[in-house]
């Protein structure tokens, strides 16, 4: 390993006695910048500014890392490492003049407090030994300069404390000549006068140390307008009278101190959060000032200890710990500064008076040192400006539940709670890994339940390790009931309740009604229109008073504002267990019809919002959208514009919480509300294939109904969940479901949603091969609607056409499936347009006018395409790759049979990708891989089978007969085939034709 000199030239010893250099510029300024830091991580943004101050290279990250390599090659043995923050160069104290010189120097320090100057001096003389001149001279490097000074400033220390300790000693004789240049280039260092007039006194040269002192004056005089301080002025007073200057006997050093409170030794996870406190508070400028904020029991103080004792090597001279209790009774700022006097070495009426002087005598005792300050619960920022140090090399680590954002210069690191994996480490830490392993489901809910914080994870933790028969699951359970759950999380003097509560008293009226109003939303994701309008007497979303109280609770780490949204909206969060405590609160200060009302308030703008959104979506869900029970927007319309303006991008930001609302609104007995949300949240859940989320809502949903003995919201329900049976194949199901459901309505009166039940079911007869059932159900539903044109009017007329395709009508269908269109592009709706295309394209096809069809339905796609409707664009891409078999353009046709699918895979619709795959698998046959195709033909047939869906099983087995018998399987091709004949429907005109364009792409392709 090379030794490395900065105290004066740059310079590196390999080996030894051979001195070399860096030979560019850049090099030279990283070798010298990573030396002064030397064992500390230098973030790669300083080591940038180090080596281009003014404006950095494009390339610049790899320059760096080649100015590295460069350096480790030149310099063997050479170890700089790359960390997540930057570039540290690992050296030994004796490889390296700088931790050489520090290393002496402390060891001055302590034989001097062990009272042997001869000793320390000793130490002093190798320490000052070890500078050759000014900190690398001859290299100017300007993001250095505040590091050099600090360093001639240990330097002029060291050697005052050296000529001390040699005073103490008795070798003034020596010392005079050495003063006598110090005080040249230092005239104003009261220090270094007083110890010269000590050596010339004792050396007999009264005169000489008086004349001392006259020049001293004159200088502070005229420079600065100040006379000299009491120590010169007392060293002169002995003078003056003849006596043995020597400074009375100095009390105890007090450095290096250390106040920190023992480091935690089951501490989980936050080892990316110390690495970044770690690099704010080692930054070489100024005095870095770092702020730990988060919510009650988030794990501040805890972080904060940890953090500290990881540094203590970074602060040689000590760590304090300084308790402020802002969160319950902030200290007052004369008694913290008395205390830390007191701990600095200033007793008696050497404290002053004034809060401003003792601030300042702070900072004196301070100067120069290097000093973790840790303030820990601090109230506010002028609580910590008092208490900042004033020179460079200390540095102060903060802790509040505020988020002091007064503090001018401060980083400030959000303590949010533990992840996953962290929570679970510290309950195995505290509850043992084998408990915990054993009963790992149970302790996952536990995690949950404490929101992953760590306070509460403590007590949970803790209660464990108490109760070693305590199953896992019972206080799973005790936690997971909101009512108790503040109650089961408390143990000796732990509790979460009392820490969110100190943090709430410090609130202002209007603040504490804020915070009471938001806890009554279950709601974690809020965003800010939600908030106002929970908090505003008056529907104002830009309420002054609603603002103040919303920034007062994020201040109060009791609110998290996360970001904005997509839609533009800032968003916040409150975590579970404060969510509870404010509904705590709720329940105590409020009556129930007063939390109903703000609730209920809430509940409107939801639904209209939602009501208004969903009326711009195409409407694809084949259920109707009621206007019952709608109330007034509470917002306002510029506000409803604003987030509206893509309705789509609105749902799916408060998909969430919409689905949530449902629950919630059913749970306090308000389903028909929870209905209305629903029906409109289901415009986007269908169009985007969000089955599932419209199944546990409507469940959710039905349940509520049946308890409250509302029969109609019940039929809704379940005919909406059949609707999702239909999607994903399940037709034997749904035709049940939906004859029960059509039986129904028409008994409530309700003839709207029966006619849109009718479509639905003629559409899954379809599906089925029962087409006169088909067309029944189809003419039944046109009937029941209202206006034709539009809503399950036009969807019957697809269905009717769907069902006339099966019984060989396909004039009658063409007929129908023109006129559809001919209101589809009156209307200017591009999907209905899209739909209406399709239809007539298969109707053209089924009329041999393929040439027609293949335009039709190419527009069709390319009008769909521009819309969000992915369904109808699978089901007209299927379309197009049917019709383009027909053209005998065999390629083009499986690419739009394989985009199909891809899509249908994506909706989760199951038949329509089943139809596709075996598109593809017959395409696979005429390539010559029957081989391939027969078991994926298999796997379809059985699905098909099971959806009882005899259409598509008889056009199945036709394809894998085919297959069969390129493989030469000629007698399971022929159990196929009479299989296919006896599924087979008479005049079934659809079958007909898919079952002729299959197997045309069965056949070789042409060469």
Same mark, same amino acid.
């Given at each position: 390993m090379p030794r490395f000199g900065v105290l004066g030239p740059l310079t590196?010893?390999?080996?030894?006695?051979?001195?070399?250099?860096?030979?560019?510029?850049?090099?030279?300024?990283?070798?010298?910048?990573?030396?002064? &830091?030397?064992?500390?991580? *230098?973030?790669?943004?300083?080591?940038?500014?180090?080596? #281009?101050?003014?404006?950095?290279?494009?390339?610049?990250?790899?320059?760096?890392?080649?100015? @590295?390599?460069?350096?480790?090659?030149?310099?063997?043995?050479?170890?700089? /490492?790359?960390?997540?923050?930057?570039?540290?160069?690992?050296?030994?104290?004796?490889? =390296?003049?700088?931790?050489?010189?520090?290393?002496?120097?402390?060891?001055?320090?302590?034989?001097?407090?062990?009272?042997?100057?001869?000793?320390?001096?000793?130490?002093?003389?190798?320490?000052?030994?070890? #500078?050759?001149?000014?900190?690398?001279?001859?290299?100017?490097?300007?993001?250095?300069?505040?590091?050099?000074?600090?360093?001639?400033?240990?330097?002029?220390a060291a050697f005052e404390d050296c000529v001390d300790a040699e005073l103490s000693d008795g070798r003034h004789g020596e010392l005079t000549g050495e003063l006598q240049a110090m005080i040249t280039e230092h005239p104003l260092r009261e220090r270094l006068a007083a110890q010269l007039m000590i050596a010339l006194h004792r050396a007999g040269r009264q005169a000489d140390s008086l004349a001392v002192h006259r020049e001293l004056r004159t200088t502070l005089v005229e420079e600065l307008g100040v006379e000299p301080g009491a120590e010169v002025r007392r060293v002169h007073a002995a003078v003056l009278r003849g006596e043995d200057p020597v400074p009375p006997a100095k009390t105890a050093q007090v450095f290096p101190i250390c106040q920190l409170p023992p480091d935690i030794a089951d501490l989980a996870g936050r080892e990316g959060e110390i690495a970044k406190l770690s690099g704010l508070l080692g930054a070489s400028t100024g005095v870095p000032v770092a702020v730990i904020t988060g919510e009650p029991g988030a794990g501040k103080s805890t972080l904060a200890v940890s953090t500290a004792h990881r540094l203590r090597r970074s602060f040689p001279d000590g760590q304090l710990f300084v308790p402020l209790a802002g969160a319950s009774d902030p200290r007052d700022l004369a008694d913290v500064l008395g205390d830390l006097l007191r701990a600095l070495g200033v007793t008696g009426p050497a404290i002053p008076d004034d809060v401003a002087a003792r601030a300042a005598a702070y900072r004196g005792r301070l100067a120069d040192r290097r000093v973790l300050v840790v303030l820990d619960d601090a109230a506010g920022p002028e609580q910590v400006r008092a208490l900042l140090p004033g020179t460079p090399g200390s540095a102060v680590l903060v802790t509040s539940r505020r988020r002091l954002s007064g503090l001018a210069g401060a980083d400030r690191l959000h303590l949010a709670p533990l992840s996953g994996a962290e929570a679970m480490t510290l309950l195995e830490r505290l509850a043992g890994p084998d408990r915990v392993g054993a009963e790992r489901a149970d302790a996952e809910r536990i995690a949950k339940a404490c929101g992953n914080l760590p306070l509460a994870l403590r007590i949970a933790g803790s209660r464990l390790a108490m109760r070693p028969g305590l199953p896992l699951g019972k206080l799973a359970g005790k936690l997971e009931d909101e009512v108790s759950r503040l109650d089961e999380l408390q143990v000796s003097d732990l509790q979460v309740r009392g820490s969110i509560a100190?943090?709430?008293?410090? =609130?202002?009226?209007?603040?504490?009604?804020?915070?009471?109003?938001?806890?009554?939303?279950? !709601?974690?994701?809020?965003?800010?229109?939600?908030?106002?309008?929970?908090? &505003?007497?008056?529907?104002?979303? !830009?309420?002054?008073?609603?603002?103040?109280?919303?920034?007062?609770?994020?201040?109060?780490?009791?609110?998290?504002?996360?970001?904005?949204?997509?839609?533009?909206?800032?968003?916040?969060?409150?975590?579970?267990?404060?969510?509870?405590?404010?509904?705590?609160?709720?329940? /105590?200060?409020?009556?129930?019809?007063?939390?109903?009302?703000?609730?209920?308030?809430?509940s409107d703008a939801a639904l209209c919002l939602a009501d208004t959104a969903a009326r711009r979506l195409p409407r694809t869900v084949p259920m109707p959208?009621?206007?019952?029970?709608?109330?007034?927007?509470?917002?306002?319309?510029?506000?409803?514009?604003?987030?509206?303006?893509?309705?789509?991008?609105?749902?799916?930001?408060?998909?969430? &919480?919409? *689905?949530?609302?449902?629950?919630?609104?059913?749970?306090?007995? #308000?389903?028909? +509300?929870?209905?209305? @949300?629903?029906?409109?949240?289901?415009?986007?859940?269908?169009?985007?294939?969000?089955?599932?989320?419209?199944?546990?809502?409507?469940?959710?949903?039905?349940?509520?109904?049946?308890?409250?003995?509302?029969r109609h919201i019940v039929v809704i329900a379940e005919a909406n969940l059949t609707v999702l049976l239909h999607v994903r194949g399940e037709y034997e199901r749904a035709v049940e479901g939906y004859r029960e459901c059509s039986k129904a309505l028409a008994e409530l009166g309700d003839v709207s949603a029966q006619a849109w039940v009718e479509t639905n079911l003629a559409r899954c007869l379809v599906g089925l091969g029962r087409a006169g059932e088909s067309l029944h159900a189809a003419t039944q539903a046109r009937e029941l609607s209202l206006v034709e044109e539009t809503g399950p009017g036009a969807y019957a007329l697809h269905a009717e056409s769907a069902a006339l395709h099966r019984l060989g009508k396909v004039a009658e269908a063409l007929e129908i499936?023109?006129?559809?269109?001919?209101?589809?592009? /009156?209307?200017?709706?591009?999907?209905?347009?899209?739909?209406?295309?399709?239809?007539?394209? #298969?109707?053209?096809?089924?009329?041999?006018?393929?040439?027609?069809?293949?335009?039709?339905?190419?527009?069709?796609?390319?009008?769909?395409?521009? !819309?969000?409707?992915?369904?109808?664009?699978? +089901?007209?891409?299927? !379309?197009?790759?049917?019709?383009?078999?027909?053209?005998?353009?065999?390629?083009?046709?499986?690419?739009?049979?394989? &985009?199909?699918?891809?899509?249908?895979?994506?909706?989760?619709?199951?038949?329509?990708?089943l139809s596709c795959t075996r598109a593809i698998a017959a395409s696979w046959i005429g390539d010559g891989r029957a081989d391939r195709a027969i078991p994926v033909l298999r796997h379809c047939l059985d699905e098909f089978r099971a959806m009882g869906g005899k259409p598509a099983t008889a056009l199945t087995l036709h394809v894998l007969r085919r297959a069969y018998e390129a493989v030469g399987e000629m007698e399971a091709a022929e159990a196929a085939g009479e299989e296919a004949k006896r599924l087979e429907v008479p005049h079934d005109a659809n079958a007909s034709a898919l079952v002729r364009l299959l197997l045309s792409l069965t056949e070789p392709a042409p060469a």
């Amino acid at each position: 390993m090379p030794r490395f000199g900065v105290l004066g030239p740059l310079t590196i010893e390999s080996p030894p006695g051979r001195r070399t250099a860096p030979r560019g510029d850049h090099q030279r300024a990283l070798l010298a910048v990573l030396l002064l &830091n030397a064992n500390s991580s *230098v973030p790669v943004d300083a080591l940038v500014e180090t080596l #281009w101050p003014e404006t950095p290279p494009k390339s610049y990250t790899s320059n760096l890392h080649t100015y @590295v390599s460069r350096l480790r090659a030149r310099f063997e043995g050479l170890e700089i /490492e790359r960390d997540p923050h930057g570039y540290r160069l690992v050296v030994g104290p004796g490889d =390296l003049d700088l931790l050489s010189f520090r290393e002496a120097a402390a060891a001055g320090k302590a034989a001097a407090r062990a009272g042997d100057p001869a000793g320390a001096a000793g130490h002093y003389r190798r320490a000052l030994a070890e #500078w050759r001149g000014p900190v690398l001279s001859g290299l100017h490097i300007p993001r250095l300069d505040a590091d050099i000074a600090r360093l001639e400033s240990e330097r002029l220390a060291a050697f005052e404390d050296c000529v001390d300790a040699e005073l103490s000693d008795g070798r003034h004789g020596e010392l005079t000549g050495e003063l006598q240049a110090m005080i040249t280039e230092h005239p104003l260092r009261e220090r270094l006068a007083a110890q010269l007039m000590i050596a010339l006194h004792r050396a007999g040269r009264q005169a000489d140390s008086l004349a001392v002192h006259r020049e001293l004056r004159t200088t502070l005089v005229e420079e600065l307008g100040v006379e000299p301080g009491a120590e010169v002025r007392r060293v002169h007073a002995a003078v003056l009278r003849g006596e043995d200057p020597v400074p009375p006997a100095k009390t105890a050093q007090v450095f290096p101190i250390c106040q920190l409170p023992p480091d935690i030794a089951d501490l989980a996870g936050r080892e990316g959060e110390i690495a970044k406190l770690s690099g704010l508070l080692g930054a070489s400028t100024g005095v870095p000032v770092a702020v730990i904020t988060g919510e009650p029991g988030a794990g501040k103080s805890t972080l904060a200890v940890s953090t500290a004792h990881r540094l203590r090597r970074s602060f040689p001279d000590g760590q304090l710990f300084v308790p402020l209790a802002g969160a319950s009774d902030p200290r007052d700022l004369a008694d913290v500064l008395g205390d830390l006097l007191r701990a600095l070495g200033v007793t008696g009426p050497a404290i002053p008076d004034d809060v401003a002087a003792r601030a300042a005598a702070y900072r004196g005792r301070l100067a120069d040192r290097r000093v973790l300050v840790v303030l820990d619960d601090a109230a506010g920022p002028e609580q910590v400006r008092a208490l900042l140090p004033g020179t460079p090399g200390s540095a102060v680590l903060v802790t509040s539940r505020r988020r002091l954002s007064g503090l001018a210069g401060a980083d400030r690191l959000h303590l949010a709670p533990l992840s996953g994996a962290e929570a679970m480490t510290l309950l195995e830490r505290l509850a043992g890994p084998d408990r915990v392993g054993a009963e790992r489901a149970d302790a996952e809910r536990i995690a949950k339940a404490c929101g992953n914080l760590p306070l509460a994870l403590r007590i949970a933790g803790s209660r464990l390790a108490m109760r070693p028969g305590l199953p896992l699951g019972k206080l799973a359970g005790k936690l997971e009931d909101e009512v108790s759950r503040l109650d089961e999380l408390q143990v000796s003097d732990l509790q979460v309740r009392g820490s969110i509560a100190l943090s709430y008293e410090a =609130l202002s009226p209007s603040a504490r009604r804020a915070f009471r109003l938001i806890g009554r939303c279950r !709601t974690l994701d809020l965003p800010a229109w939600a908030v106002s309008t929970l908090i &505003n007497d008056k529907a104002d979303s !830009t309420d002054e008073e609603a603002d103040e109280a919303i920034d007062e609770l994020v201040e109060a780490s009791l609110l998290e504002a996360t970001g904005l949204d997509p839609t533009g909206e800032q968003r916040f969060r409150m975590h579970d267990l404060v969510r509870v405590y404010a509904t705590e609160l709720g329940r /105590e200060l409020e009556t129930r019809a007063e939390r109903v009302a703000t609730v209920a308030k809430l509940s409107d703008a939801a639904l209209c919002l939602a009501d208004t959104a969903a009326r711009r979506l195409p409407r694809t869900v084949p259920m109707p959208l009621s206007d019952q029970d709608l109330p007034a927007q509470p917002l306002s319309g510029e506000l409803v514009e604003r987030l509206l303006r893509d309705p789509g991008t609105w749902f799916s930001v408060e998909r969430a &919480n919409l *689905v949530s609302a449902v629950s919630s609104m059913c749970a306090v007995g #308000w389903p028909r +509300k929870a209905l209305r @949300v629903l029906e409109r949240l289901s415009a986007y859940l269908y169009l985007h294939s969000h089955y599932t989320d419209m199944r546990t809502a409507y469940e959710i949903l039905r349940d509520a109904a049946l308890k409250a003995g509302d029969r109609h919201i019940v039929v809704i329900a379940e005919a909406n969940l059949t609707v999702l049976l239909h999607v994903r194949g399940e037709y034997e199901r749904a035709v049940e479901g939906y004859r029960e459901c059509s039986k129904a309505l028409a008994e409530l009166g309700d003839v709207s949603a029966q006619a849109w039940v009718e479509t639905n079911l003629a559409r899954c007869l379809v599906g089925l091969g029962r087409a006169g059932e088909s067309l029944h159900a189809a003419t039944q539903a046109r009937e029941l609607s209202l206006v034709e044109e539009t809503g399950p009017g036009a969807y019957a007329l697809h269905a009717e056409s769907a069902a006339l395709h099966r019984l060989g009508k396909v004039a009658e269908a063409l007929e129908i499936d023109s006129r559809s269109l001919a209101h589809a592009r /009156e209307s200017g709706d591009e999907r209905q347009l899209g739909v209406a295309l399709q239809g007539l394209s #298969w109707s053209l096809m089924l009329d041999g006018r393929e040439a027609e069809a293949l335009e039709t339905i190419e527009e069709s796609v390319r009008v769909l395409r521009r !819309t969000t409707a992915k369904s109808a664009l699978a +089901k007209s891409l299927r !379309t197009q790759g049917a019709i383009l078999a027909g053209a005998g353009r065999r390629a083009d046709a499986v690419k739009a049979y394989e &985009n199909a699918r891809r899509l249908a895979d994506a909706l989760e619709e199951r038949p329509r990708e089943l139809s596709c795959t075996r598109a593809i698998a017959a395409s696979w046959i005429g390539d010559g891989r029957a081989d391939r195709a027969i078991p994926v033909l298999r796997h379809c047939l059985d699905e098909f089978r099971a959806m009882g869906g005899k259409p598509a099983t008889a056009l199945t087995l036709h394809v894998l007969r085919r297959a069969y018998e390129a493989v030469g399987e000629m007698e399971a091709a022929e159990a196929a085939g009479e299989e296919a004949k006896r599924l087979e429907v008479p005049h079934d005109a659809n079958a007909s034709a898919l079952v002729r364009l299959l197997l045309s792409l069965t056949e070789p392709a042409p060469a």
